[in-house]
C-alpha cells in the first residue's frame, strides 16, 4: 500500500508566483522527510528535507514544512521560474532503517 | 564529474535472459541502494548495502535479483530469466553515514524486457 501520497498528479504556475506541492503519509514511524525533482531521463535530485523534531525548514526559494498532528507536508517554492518545470516526489524514511519511501510525484509547470 | 554513475544506460533483452546492471557511487560513500521505478511510479527501494554488506532487502527483491558490493565500492544487480514485468528504469544512489539521510542519486538503467 502506498505510504506516501501525492495526490495532485500535475500542478501548473506562473512565473514570479509560488508553488505548493503536497504530500501526505499514514506511517508515524517515519522520522525524515524529502523532496526530490526529476528532470525526464535523469535521475531525482535531492532538493530539501526536514526531520520530524522539526516544523519548517528553509533553502533560498524553497521551504518545506511538516505537520506531524496531519501527517502532512508542503514544498513551497517562492518565487517559481522556469527551470523549476520538472517531477517533484516527497519521500519518507521510516525510524528503523534508511529505505525511502516515495509517492507517485507531482509534475509542476511553470508557465512564463 | 564525481556523481553516481550507472551502465548501461539502456539495455534491452528477451524474457528469459539474465541481465547485469552496474552502479558506481560518489566516492567515499559507504551507503549504496538500489531502487525500481516503472512509469507514473516513484522509486521503490530495492536494497541497501552499507560497505559491502547487504543490511536490508526488500520484499520486491524476488529470488531472480541478486545485489553485490564486494569491495564496499561499486555494486551489481543481476536479474536472472528475466520476465516482461522487470521492465523499469532501475536507479542506484549513495550516501554517506553521518552527513544525514540524503541519498544521492543516479541516471539510472532503463531495463526493457521483450
Known amino acids: 500500500d502506498q505510504q506516501v501520497k501525492q495526490n495532485s498528479p500535475s500542478l501548473s504556475v506562473q512565473e514570479g508566483r509560488i508553488s505548493i506541492l503536497n504530500c501526505d503519509y499514514t506511517n508515524s514511524m517515519f522520522d525524515y522527510f524529502l523532496w526530490y525533482k526529476k528532470y525526464p531521463a535523469e535521475g531525482p535530485t535531492f532538493l530539501i528535507s526536514?526531520?520530524?523534531?522539526?516544523d519548517k525548514n528553509e533553502d533560498g526559494r524553497f521551504t518545506v514544512f511538516l505537520n506531524k498532528s496531519a501527517k502532512h507536508l508542503s514544498l513551497h517554492i517562492v518565487p517559481s521560474q522556469p527551470g523549476d518545470s520538472a517531477v517533484y516526489f516527497c519521500a519518507a524514511k521510516g525510524n528503523s532503517g534508511y529505505a525511502l519511501n516515495f509517492g507517485k510525484g507531482t509534475s509542476l509547470l511553470v508557465t512564463p | 564529474d564525481t556523481g553516481v554513475s550507472q551502465n548501461p544506460r539502456h539495455k534491452i533483452t528477451k524474457r528469459g535472459q539474465n541481465v547485469t546492471f552496474r552502479c558506481d557511487p560518489i566516492?567515499?560513500?559507504?551507503?549504496l541502494y538500489w531502487y525500481r521505478q516503472t512509469l507514473g511510479q516513484g522509486p521503490e527501494f530495492l536494497t541497501y548495502f552499507q560497505n559491502e554488506a547487504q543490511l536490508e532487502k526488500s520484499r520486491l527483491l524476488s529470488d531472480r535479483f541478486s545485489a553485490e558490493r564486494p569491495k564496499g565500492s561499486f555494486s551489481t544487480l543481476e536479474i536472472q530469466r528475466t520476465e516482461q514485468g522487470d521492465s523499469a528504469m532501475y536507479l542506484c544512489?549513495?550516501?554517506?553515514?553521518?552527513?544525514?539521510?540524503?541519498?544521492?542519486f543516479g541516471p539510472g538503467t532503463r531495463l526493457t524486457v521483450t
Open positions: 544512489a549513495s550516501s554517506l553515514s553521518g552527513t544525514g539521510y540524503e541519498q544521492y
Open positions: 566516492s567515499e560513500h559507504n551507503r
Open positions: 526536514i526531520s520530524s523534531i522539526k
